[in-house]
């Protein structure tokens, strides 16, 4: 449940993007919603870092927090006029399903954009999963201090996707071919991946995060 609303609200930024901007403020407005995206978490890992004995606190206190936010936000902001009339929802699986393959949906690009978020997804679950059994087993941290450091060193990471945003979008390079940046920041992070694997303390952990 909480994947799917996840995914609805980046469904509905998708659309913002699409219908409500400019084409040349796309690019822009893209990695700024990226950035936030990541942001987002930090509240939830920093009520980890300082709740780590007390899991309901941890839990509860940024769900609280959010719909505080986020429900008065969503009840004042207007939609944008949409460029074009949408068409109805399909009624019946069988016709959702002639609609999707039919679309925007079956095609190369999305599947790949798909493929990539999906995969992106999953380092970052593994991602924590490995830091909590490096912790917990190799260096044999408490659970606490490893719950604490887990968050700490994804904080870290999380001020690295801000920082790489904010510079693509802010530089001469939103304005040139993004598949050369893609493939170094691929390299990069793949050399990073390595260096969290292989990394004997936290001195080198937490860098490779960032």
Excluded: C, H, K
């Excluded at 609303?5 to 407005?29: C, M, S």
């Excluded at 990695?31 to 709740?51: C, E, H, K, R």
């Excluded at 080198?204 to 995060?209: D, G, L, M, Y």
């Amino acid at each position: 449940l909480t994947q799917a609303g996840y995914n609805a609200v980046f469904a509905a930024i998708n659309g913002l993007l699409a219908e409500g901007l400019a084409p040349a403020d796309r690019t822009r407005a893209a990695g700024i919603f990226s950035a936030a995206a990541f942001l987002g978490t930090a509240p939830g890992l920093l009520v980890a870092a300082l709740l780590a004995e007390n899991v309901r606190a941890m839990l509860l206190v940024v769900p609280v927090a959010a719909l505080a936010v986020i429900v008065p936000l969503a009840l004042r902001m207007p939609d944008p006029p949409l460029t074009a009339r949408l068409p109805a929802a399909p009624r019946t699986p069988r016709r959702w399903l002639r609609a999707a393959t039919s679309s925007d949906i079956s095609t190369a690009p999305f599947l790949a954009v798909l493929a990539m978020r999906f995969l992106f997804s999953l380092q970052l679950s593994a991602g924590l999963t490995f830091a909590l059994y490096l912790f917990l087993s190799r260096w044999s941290l408490a659970e606490s201090a490893a719950v604490r450091a887990t968050s700490l060193t994804t904080f870290t990471g999380v001020v690295g996707v801000v920082a790489g945003a904010v510079l693509l979008t802010s530089s001469r390079w939103r304005s040139t071919r993004m598949t050369p940046v893609l493939g170094v920041a691929l390299v990069l992070l793949t050399a990073a991946m390595l260096g969290r694997a292989l990394a004997p303390a936290l001195p080198v952990f937490r860098p490779s995060t960032a």
